[in-house]
């Protein structure tokens, strides 16, 4: 569907802007995954499993973050192979406003449920 359908470099800008926004959150959230070496002497017990809990939320959330990424990456190639927009079970085309909800979308509704 890479067609006059659809505009391919406004999908490809919106994909690229996500994919900027989530690497600088990656970034700024570094120090929250790292791994917690706390002093058992001057920190509490409730300090440390605090500390443990930011952790495994940020770690969590850094999860999410890459497997976004990944779909994100394969949006992009598609759009560069001139197979975006179809629906990589069926081959049908993803409608426009489904693309506009989300630019990564592989699929169409009915092969994504």
């Known amino acids: 569907m890479s067609g ?7 999908f490809r800008q919106a994909l690229l802007d996500e994919k900027a926004v989530l ?11 790292a ?13 440390r499993m605090d500390a443990l809990q930011v952790q495994a939320m940020a770690q969590a959330e850094e ?4 497997m976004r990424l990944r779909l994100i990456d394969a949006a992009l190639t598609r759009i560069d192979e001139g197979e975006y927009g179809s ?3 069926c081959g049908t085309d993803i409608p426009e ?17």
């Open 63 to 66: 999860d999410r973050r890459q």
């Open 87 to 89: 629906c990589m079970t």
């Open 35 to 47: 791994t917690v070496t706390l002093d058992q002497q001057s920190v509490g017990r409730l300090s």
């Open 97 to 113: 406003k489904r693309l506009s909800v989300d630019p990564a979308a592989a699929q169409c509704v009915d092969c994504a449920k």
């Open 23 to 33: 690497t600088d959150s990656s970034s700024a959230t570094a120090e929250n995954r």
């Open 4 to 10: 006059p359908d659809i505009d391919i470099e406004a």
